[in-house]
């Protein structure tokens, strides 16, 4: 009995050490495999893998961008430990793709991004597809037609038909695996199965970015059995044809919704008031093309997102909004906000409520009209790592007006005032050991004035040490009284020889007269 315990831990310990030795072989080869082509080539095989990967350790593939139109048969089922596999820009021919897999793989992320893919070649595709997939990545193919049929017996979470052109999403058989669904810049058209009791396909469906489509804004934004976007947490309708304007109302079918991306949309009647989606941390409203003036009712648009934490607004008119109404615009996230982007609002100094922003950790104050600031300094905005602040018009920054926490302060573009007022900002980055922007010294930062220093860069402004000495006022004091004093002791000691001067003067002519009178009494 004893034998047999013994010789069954000997095993168990050559099994641990073998298994070891096999990880520690592969340790160096966990990176991403690619191919090697001695010479152009239009076919992929093996022998294109073996001069820099070990087949055996590969858990990662990429091939892009080569004149590639036929992949070996079963290549890819020769790599034991492969899970991920990317075939980018391949002009591949027929089906190429399906051949080259085989079988007995266990990818988990496939990604074929203009490979040539069509209909025909993508429902011939879909049976050799490995049941342990999560990730499907089609994007930018000729697939004009898409079913949920396709996926309705698999494990993939997140699909990606992207920039396909012209593709009709079909919902006719329930893909309970789906989370995440990218149809961005795809013309794409929503077709459900006629049924007597509709039912939602994609029950579980929790992010959907459908940037860059035509959009009836009312499919998605109702409540009836189809819809399966009431648990929706992530939105993307930036670039969007809406073919119903965006109004107060809107998105009220959101309840769960804590993503919302609205870039570029043209099409705004009304502020949506945001009532129903209270639980919003991240609002995306880069380049609305819908003037938003400081009136009552606009300076409140935010009052219901109480839990935001990301919030950007480039190319806003802000400039034509006054503290009191920035404030009072931004004054219902001013506890929560930790990313707040304002990039090309027209901004000539911070706002005061930004200083107001304990959680804030990023702030993006890009190309505006920025030249000094009193809201923000050392003292306040404790979270805040990194500031924007490229492109402004600042000519010198006092250090004391950084907040202390801030560790990313890019300035390129400002008009530098290359004196002695900037040398303490030079010596700040010195001392912090902002590496990046010491890197740009030499090409971003560079001075405007005066007239000597015009053109160069803040790496070449170095003045002399005595240029710069700053003067205490005490000292200057002291200098003019030790100055006077020596002036008082010189003066005090011409008039005390004058005066023995005088007094031996006058002792002599005393001495001379007694001396002649006793001559003449003699006489």
């Known amino acids: 009995m004893l034998q047999s315990l013994i010789k069954v831990a000997i095993i168990v310990l050559s099994f641990k050490f073998v298994w070891m030795g096999m990880l520690s072989k592969c340790k160096p080869h966990r990176k991403i495999c690619t191919p090697t082509f001695k010479k152009e080539s239009t076919k992929l095989t093996q022998h294109d893998f073996l001069e820099k990967n070990d087949l055996q350790c590969c858990k990662k593939i990429l091939v892009s961008d080569h004149n590639i139109h036929f992949i070996q048969k079963g290549l890819f089922s020769k790599f034991v430990e492969l899970v991920r596999l990317s075939l980018h820009n391949l002009p591949l021919e027929g089906e190429a793709i399906k051949n080259s897999l085989g079988k007995g793989l266990n990818l988990t992320h496939l990604r074929l991004k203009n490979v040539g893919l069509n209909n025909t070649l993508l429902e011939s595709l879909l049976p050799s597809l490995p049941k342990t997939l999560k990730l499907l990545n089609l994007m930018n193919n000729s697939l004009t037609y898409f079913s949920t049929n396709f996926i309705s017996n698999t494990t993939v979470k997140t699909l990606d038909l992207s920039q396909n052109q012209n593709i009709t999403m079909m919902l006719d058989k329930e893909a309970l695996s789906l ?165 090309s609002t027209g901004l000539s100094t911070i706002p005061l409520v930004i200083k107001e922003m304990d959680e804030l950790t990023k ?101 002399k040490i005595t240029d710069c000495q700053e003067f205490n006022a005490y000292v200057i004091t002291a200098i003019v009284l030790c100055f006077l004093m020596v002036i008082i002791v010189i003066a005090t000691n011409i008039y005390s020889r004058r005066r023995k001067q005088n007094i031996l003067k006058k002792f002599q002519y005393t001495q001379d007269s007694s001396e002649k009178r006793k001559l003449l009494s003699s006489s």
Request: neutral net charge.
């Open 363 to 463: 702030l993006i104050l890009t190309s505006n009209n920025i030249s000094s600031w009193n809201s923000i300094s050392e003292n306040t905005n404790k979270n805040l790592t990194i500031l924007f602040m490229e492109w402004n018009l600042i000519e010198t920054v006092d250090p004391h007006s950084i907040p202390k926490r801030v560790v990313e302060f890019p300035l390129e573009g400002n008009p530098f005032l290359c004196t002695c007022e900037l040398m303490p900002y030079k010596n700040w980055v010195k001392e912090r050991k902002l590496t990046k922007i010491i890197k740009d010294w030499a090409s971003k930062y560079q001075c405007s004035k005066p007239h000597q220093w015009e053109g160069k860069t803040l790496d070449m402004f170095r003045p």
């Open 179 to 343: 989370t995440h669904l990218d149809l961005s810049h795809s013309n794409c058209e929503w077709k459900t199965s006629q049924e007597s009791k509709p039912v939602c396909k994609i029950p579980n469906l929790l992010v959907l970015n459908f940037a860059g489509n035509r959009l009836n804004l009312s499919t998605f934004d109702n409540r009836n059995d189809e819809n399966c976007f009431w648990y929706l947490k992530s939105l993307n309708l930036s670039l969007c044809d809406l073919t119903e304007p965006i109004i107060n109302e809107s998105f009220s079918f959101f309840p769960n919704l804590t993503s919302l991306y609205l870039d570029g949309i043209s099409n705004i009647e009304q502020f949506p008031s945001f009532q129903h989606t209270e639980r919003l941390t991240k609002l995306s409203l880069n380049d609305v093309k819908c003037f938003v003036n400081p009136t009552l009712k606009n300076i409140n648009i935010f009052k219901n997102l109480k839990k935001l934490r990301r919030l950007e607004m480039q190319n806003w008119e802000l400039h034509l909004w006054d503290e009191t109404e920035l404030t009072f615009l931004f004054s219902p996230m001013i506890k929560t906000l930790e990313h707040l982007d304002l990039k």
